[in-house]
């Protein structure tokens, strides 16, 4: 047992001996392997590292150009539309200047009404200051011809003058931003004397039957103050009744011109259908005189025929006659009756 004891501790001793021996080498080589494993963990997290960064950095980059390429864009758009607006706030200025100008405003009206008449009337059919009543000194600014029913070359004036109250208008406007109801009626009420004012000048000045047609046309250059001018009520009818002064404004005039083309057209279709009757009465009178002629005609050419064979019967006659005569031969009848070239002879 003791010998047993002792080689069985002998034993175990080597066993232990042994397997730390063997937990030793394990134990290197498991720190060998994960010391190879970190390292290659390492170098791939760095190489992910890497690539991640240069992704990220570029695709950064990309982002960060396409933004800075927005925003540039966009700041420079900004600063051509300040520029604009400091552009529009100029000629904003310059406008307010402009309409300031009590003449200029005049001016800009009489502008208006001759593009418009210049887009819808042929320049025969409308003047520029005209006089259009004897004995005044004064030339509305434009004039439509009005053609006669009777005569081609006859015809009648319309006058048609612009008129801008500026400084009335305005003051309406101001009244309605400020909402104040008795500067609104007041207002009103200077627009209102200011239109008739216009409106008696245009009649004393202009008007003048039968030179002139019984009306005239106040020309407003702006929409807004057409409808104001309407708004106010019982305006438009008095003046129609008591100058005979009728407000027209661009869209309003354009389709009073438009109407006035169609009676000119037919006023001339009318015309032309009279001028068309009585040149085919005169052609009718004309192929009468040519019917006679070609009558005329007829009998002398059945006359001609006549003759000519009466002609022919007594050339027969003749031949019948030399019939028995004989026929010399053509060089000895040429001696006798000369050259006679009967193919080419013409009868006169």
Do not use: C
């Not at 990220?56 to 539309?81: A, I």
């Not at 006023?267 to 052609?283: P, Y």
């Not at 031969?329 to 040429?334: C, F, M």
């Amino acid at each position: 047992m003791k010998d047993f004891e002792e080689k069985f501790s002998a034993r175990i001793d080597s066993l232990a001996k042994d397997t730390n021996i063997v937990f030793e080498k394990n134990r290197e080589t498991i720190e060998k392997k994960l010391t190879e494993i970190q390292k290659n963990n390492s170098a791939k997290l760095e190489e992910m590292r890497k690539t991640v960064d240069e992704k990220l950095h570029d695709t950064l980059e990309e982002r960060f150009t396409e933004s800075f390429k927005s925003v540039s864009n966009t700041l420079d758009k900004l600063q051509r539309g300040i520029g604009e607006m400091r552009n529009v706030a100029s000629n904003v200025g310059d406008l307010r200047k402009v309409l300031s100008n009590v003449k200029t405003k005049g001016v800009l009206g009489e502008y208006q009404l001759a593009a418009i008449l210049e887009q819808l009337l042929p320049p025969s059919q409308y003047a520029k200051n005209v006089k259009t009543k004897s004995g005044s000194k004064e030339n509305v600014e434009f004039a439509i011809k009005i053609p006669s029913k009777k005569e081609t070359h006859e015809f009648i004036w319309l006058p048609i003058d612009a008129k801008f109250p500026t400084a009335d208008y305005e003051s309406l406007m101001s009244s309605y931003e400020t909402a104040d109801l008795q500067m609104i009626e007041r207002s009103k009420k200077d627009l209102e004397t200011k239109i008739k004012k216009f409106a008696k000048d245009i009649h004393e000045k202009y008007i003048d039957p039968p030179n002139t047609t019984e009306f005239a046309i106040m020309f407003l250059p702006f929409e807004g103050l057409y409808a104001e001018v309407l708004r106010i009520p019982n305006l438009f009818q008095s003046i129609h009744v008591e100058f005979k002064i009728t407000i027209a404004g661009p869209t309003t005039i354009s389709a009073f011109l438009n109407s006035l083309q169609m009676g000119f057209r037919s006023l001339a279709v009318e015309k032309r259908t009279s001028e068309i009757w009585d040149l085919l009465g005169a052609v009718k009178t004309q192929f009468s005189k040519f019917a006679e002629v070609v009558e005329a005609a007829k009998k002398k050419l059945d006359s001609a025929s006549e003759e000519l064979a009466k002609t022919g019967i007594r050339s027969r006659q003749i031949e019948k006659k030399l019939e028995n005569v004989q026929s010399l031969p053509e060089p000895d009848s040429q001696k006798l009756l000369g050259d006679l070239d009967f193919e080419n002879e013409k009868i006169q």
